[in-house]
């Protein structure tokens, strides 16, 4: 089981905002959970190899047939 996160003084910080200020941290803060439709797919995570070519030049360039 995890701990809760403690946001208390975040929700202080929200208690003390004008109604417009509010109104306008919502759009934003919603923007963060629901980002704006756009023409392109969002990118998936690549899981690439453990170490990158440039650690692995040596070997892959002894695999190469002459």
């Known amino acids: 089981m995890t701990a809760a996160n403690d946001y208390s003084d975040l929700h202080e910080l929200i208690d003390c905002l ?3 200020q509010a109104d306008e941290l919502r759009e934003h803060a919603l923007k963060l959970v629901r980002p704006a439709s756009s023409r392109f797919k969002v990118l998936r995570v690549f899981s690439g190899p453990s170490t990158d070519l440039g650690a ?3 070997q892959v360039i002894r695999a190469e047939p002459n």
Request: hydrophobic share 15%.
């Open 18 to 20: 004008e109604p417009d």
């Open 56 to 58: 692995r030049a040596r």
